[in-house]
């Protein structure tokens, strides 16, 4: 009987010392488990939050930035996978908790705020980067103190405000920047700029409310894909409750930048003429900012000739100058169209301004242009255009600049005496002056024919332009081909028709209505 | 020198580019937010070379219609913001499957007739750009639906005629350059409203004609520029809406389009020589159909759309 009493007495101290180790097991692991959980919270924080540091460290040397990103990165990646996830508090979805590390990105976006004086932005091949070291004179002091100069970790150039991005970077820079600025994007869209908690606690926006991490990060894509029409969208969503000049000025700054490494993108050109629209609407329309956009075309010509896009940026400002600025320009453009005589647009924009000035001579309420000096501005043009055509044999966009100054002097000059604009299409009535000018032009046309070395396509070409040039003021004129058959005789009209002839055939039956 | 068109090999150019999923290329990346009017330039050449069938009909529909945004227009990928250019391209492109019938007509139509201003002429977008090009498309894509009647089109007509130059020719807005792509886009608009009319053929012409090199036979989009195997479209289609296409010399331009194909893997190129893509691979066999060249189908100057889905559309309902 004892036997069977002494072994449920043991079992049951057995049970009560198991329930007390279980107990005391449990509670200790349950206490190490919080223990874990308060550590890995505490880590975690203290990582986002040095993210955060660095990100706002403008001073902090790239180099440098980029190291101790990768050694976060890293211990993030650590923290992240195997045993110690399981203590981790779980996230809400947002751009840190994705999978990609954005280091690149991230740095690129560092550089971009630490010298916020970059003037030019230019994709690089990688082995390009020694001899741009070489060229300025000097390589990064931390370079030897953190990293070998290794070429393949070199991701960004950046000296005397000229940045250089790596071409073998650029797609995963230009996705990854693609694919954060829409979250933002999207993200600013769903909740506007409200803060999130944990910044309001620190009392300020620090870097990362929705609409400074949209401008962020549209900066970003738009210096490596600068046609991409969303992120310039959202620039302008949040410009446009901006009240500060000096947000609008940068702006113009950023997109002059972009246009430095694409002078041809059309979305940047139009986000400036938006720009400008919205400063002479909420301030004034600075005549100095016109007179900036101006000659920002005028040195981006120098690069990319014949850029349909800025050419036409510059044509739009014209609505806004006065005529005396529009005078103004037509001189200070005129050196530089005398150098680039083979640039069509320049001239047109020439044009442009000069169709201001006939536009203005009829303006009511006694502000019209004074029309003598009209004429003495389109005169000049008429005889410096026919130096240029002479020096610079066989250029078609002089020839072309010829047509429209000679047409608009017969209609406007030499015989519209009215204070009335012509009507387009009006018949044009032959009087001395005409004639005079006619005259000129036939002698223009016969020196043209001169062939001097039919071996040169220039005074080949010169031939075909004079008469093609001829023949086009036949069009407005009949009478006029009458008077060039008589001062030049049939065989010099041979010459010119055959000229024409075997370049421009269709042409010629013009001649049969005349 | 080549001397015939290598339809085949366009074609597998074209699937190819369309099947390409990883997008590893900096080029692809960049212009992905243009996605909707590269898949226009693809899908009407293949229509073009009577191979429409290749591609998978009902992906590429679904595609379009998740680019739709909620005021009615359509971006040029998923996701991002809606633009009139976009707009043409997805229209077209449901009109070369025929299924302009899943569109909400109402919806788009009141998307573009609410960027037309004051003053006539067309916004691109809700920020205000205003060209010539945004006309044409307005113009263009309600025509498709069959709602021109939604916006001003007395209006509209006489913005375009104001964009009219000295030299005959027309740019982006009154006073700008006369550009053939604009020139096309304005005289497209006129035909489609039947106001050809208000254009000076002969002068127009006269500027149309000067764009062919004589050497090359090529032509340029607007002087002292090289030619370029798009313009064979922008140039050509304009002579022939105002009936001066006998005005340049279509053998010289047919073998300088056939010169720029990549005869090994396809693709056309701006000219002979050079890397091909799928802008003037479109528009170099959208000028061979211009020019009659045999196995191309007929393309319709004004829409840039095959013939038959122009008839398709006009003479249904």
């Known amino acids: 009987m004892e036997e069977v009493e002494e072994e449920v007495k043991r079992i049951v101290e057995q049970v009560k010392e198991l329930h007390d180790s279980s107990t005391s097991f449990v509670s200790s692991s349950s206490q190490e488990e919080l223990s874990l959980r308060n550590r890995a919270s505490v880590v975690d924080s203290s990582i986002r939050r040095l993210h955060s540091t660095l990100a706002s460290d403008k001073h902090l040397d790239p180099k440098l930035f980029e190291k101790l990103e990768e050694d976060l990165q890293r211990a993030k990646c650590m923290l992240a996978d195997g045993d110690t996830s399981s203590f981790l508090p779980s996230k809400p979805q947002g751009i840190d908790s994705e999978e990609g590390c954005f280091t690149v990105l991230k740095l690129f976006e560092h550089v971009l705020e630490s010298d916020p004086l970059i003037d030019e932005v230019g994709f690089i091949h990688p082995s390009q980067f020694n001899l741009l070291d070489e060229e300025a004179g000097s390589s990064s002091v931390y370079q030897n103190e953190l990293q070998p100069n290794n070429e393949t970790s070199r991701k960004f150039w950046n000296q005397d405000h000229k940045l250089g991005i790596s071409t073998d970077i650029l797609v995963q820079l230009c996705k990854d920047a693609k694919h954060v600025f829409l979250l933002a994007f999207e ?171 006939l536009e203005s001579l009829y303006v009511k309420g006694g502000n019209a242009y004074d029309k003598s000096e009209a004429r003495k501005i389109w005169k000049e043009e008429l005889d410096w255009n026919k130096e240029l055509v002479e020096r610079y044999v066989g250029r078609e966009a002089l020839w072309l600049h010829r047509r429209f100054l000679s047409l608009n002097w017969i209609i406007y000059f030499a015989c519209n005496d009215s204070d009335v604009s012509p009507e387009p299409g009006e018949s044009i009535i032959m009087n001395e002056e005409i004639a005079i000018f006619i005259d000129n032009e036939i002698h223009l046309l016969e020196s043209s024919m001169t062939v001097l070395d039919t071996k040169f396509e220039d005074f080949q070409a010169q031939a075909l332009h004079a008469g093609v040039y001829m023949l086009w003021l036949t069009k407005k004129m009949p009478e006029l081909w009458r008077m060039v058959e008589e001062k030049l005789g049939t065989e010099k009209v041979k010459c010119v028709l055959s000229t024409i002839a075997q370049e421009r055939p269709s042409l010629l039956h013009h001649l049969v209505n005349v | 020198m080549a001397d015939k068109l290598v339809a085949d090999k366009h074609l597998r150019y074209i699937l190819n580019l369309m099947a390409e999923k990883k997008k590893e290329s900096f080029e692809s990346v960049v212009m992905d937010h243009l996605r909707m009017n590269g898949a226009y330039w693809g899908l009407t050449t293949l229509a073009l070379l009577d191979k429409l069938g290749s591609v998978s009909e009902d992906e590429v529909v679904s595609w379009v219609m998740t680019c739709q945004h909620e005021s009615g227009g359509f971006a040029g990928n998923t996701g991002h913001d809606p633009h009139v250019l976009y707009t043409l391209s997805a229209v077209q492109i449901l009109a070369l499957f025929d299924k302009l019938n899943i569109l909400d007509v109402e919806k788009v139509s009141n998307y573009i007739a609410g960027l037309q201003n004051e003053d006539g002429s067309f916004s691109g977008d809700i920020w205000g750009e205003v060209d010539t090009r945004f006309s044409y498309i307005a113009i263009c894509c309600l025509s498709i639906l069959k709602c021109l009647d939604k916006i001003n089109v007395k ?86 809406m105002i009936d001066r296409v006998h005005w340049i010399e279509k053998a010289k331009l047919v073998k300088f389009i056939l010169d720029s194909q990549d005869m090994d893997n396809g693709g056309i190129s701006d000219r002979p020589s050079y890397t091909v893509d799928i802008f003037h691979t479109y528009f170099g066999v959208a000028g061979l159909s211009l020019l009659e060249y045999p196995g191309v189908k007929t393309i319709d100057p004004a829409y840039a759309l095959p013939v038959h889905v122009i008839n398709r559309i006009l003479f249904t309902k």
């Open chain 1, 187 to 357: 993200e600013y869209k769903r909740h506007g700029n409200a803060c999130n908690e944990s910044q309001i606690e620190n009392f300020s926006c620090s870097p990362g409310t929705p609409e400074i991490e949209v401008m962020r990060h549209s900066q970003a894509v738009l210096l490596l894909s600068s046609d991409f029409g969303t992120a310039w969208n959202a620039r302008k969503l949040i410009l446009s409750k901006k009240d500060q000049l000096s947000a609008f000025t940068e702006e113009l700054r950023l997109s002059g930048l972009i246009l430095s490494n694409s002078p041809k993108s059309e979305s940047t050109w139009s986000h400036r003429r938006w720009i400008i629209k919205m400063i002479s609407q909420r301030f004034s329309t600075p005549q100095v900012i016109i007179t900036k956009e101006s000659e920002l075309v005028e040195s981006i010509g120098e690069r990319s000739k014949m850029n349909y896009r800025a050419w036409y940026h510059r044509c739009w400002l014209v609505s806004y100058m006065a005529i005396e600025q529009v005078i103004q320009e037509l001189n200070k453009s005129k050196r530089w169209a005398g150098l680039h005589v083979a640039d069509s647009s320049c001239f047109h924009y020439r044009r442009r301004l000069m169709l201001k000035i």
């Open chain 2, 155 to 240: 209006k509209a007509v006489d913005y375009i005629v104001s964009c009219k130059n000295l030299d005959g020719g027309f740019g982006c807005s009154p006073g700008a350059e006369s550009h053939a792509g604009q020139i096309f886009c304005c005289v497209g608009a006129l035909a489609i409203t039947g106001n050809l009319h208000r254009v000076d053929k002969d002068l127009l012409g006269w500027w149309l004609c000067e764009r062919q090199d004589y050497e090359s036979g090529g032509l340029n989009g607007r002087p002292e520029k090289l030619p370029d195997v798009c313009y064979s479209w922008w140039v050509l289609s304009s002579l022939i």
